[in-house]
Structures are given as C-alpha cells and as structure tokens.
C-alpha cells in the first residue's frame, strides 16, 4: 500500500531552521511529483514547493523562494524541505503530497494523489 510518512517538525524561533523530510513507502511507488503543502489554523491549504523525480524541475512559492529548499532522493523515495530563516507566517501544518507529471506545476492540492499524515511547525516570535 502507498504511503507518505512526514517528520521533522517541530517548535522554533524566528530566525531558525528545520528540515522536514517524508518517505514515500510501497512495493512500486515511486512518484514523479512530490510537494509540500501546509495549512495555517484557519486557512485554506497552500502550495509550497515541488519537485520532479529526477530533481530537474522545481517549483516554489514566492513566499519561501530563497528561504526554503525542495530536494529529493530518488534512492531513498524520500523528499526533502530544508526551511531557514523561519517567520511566525510559516506557521502551519506541513503535508507531503504525491502525484503525477500533470500534478508538478499545479498548486491546487486536488492535483495531488496520495498525501502524508501532516507535521507540525510552529515558530515563535
């Protein structure tokens, strides 16, 4: 059965870093796209970052371009999301999200096939 497994969040000043990461689990699963998406109380999910699986392609959000990096394993079926100079606005709940080639430059989470169970950041001001 295909899953995605999150981890690395946590509580962190402003200023600070996290690395986010999620294993993507399953006899034959191996995704052209995966992404990262989080959702702040209250707000609808957003679209973060993707990347293809040859790491070729990348996409980001204006809001975390040359803050935060998307990066991939193809061997270990494992992305990545470095996050640096975290801001209190990147509070949320981070999702990986799994999908197709037409799922890569889409923003809208229904883009998107198989999704993680959510880790949560928070940063503090």
């Known amino acids: 059965q295909e899953q995605l497994v999150e981890s690395g969040g946590g509580l962190v000043q402003a200023g600070g870093s996290l690395r986010l990461s999620c294993a993507a689990s399953g006899r034959t699963f191996s995704p052209y796209a995966m992404g990262w998406f989080r959702q702040a109380p209250g707000k609808e999910r957003e679209f973060v970052a993707a990347?293809?699986?040859?790491?070729?392609?990348?996409y980001y959000t204006d809001s975390v371009k040359g803050r935060f990096t998307i990066s991939r394993d193809s061997a270990k079926n494992t992305v990545y999301l470095q996050m640096n100079n975290l801001k209190p606005e990147d509070t949320a709940v981070y999702y990986c999200?799994?999908?197709?080639?037409?799922?890569?430059?889409?923003?809208?989470?229904?883009?998107?096939?198989?999704w993680g169970q959510g880790t949560r950041v928070t940063v503090s001001s």
């Open positions: 990347i293809s699986r040859s790491g070729e392609y990348i």
């Open positions: 999200a799994a999908g197709t080639a037409s799922s890569l430059r889409q923003v809208r989470p229904y883009a998107y096939d198989y």
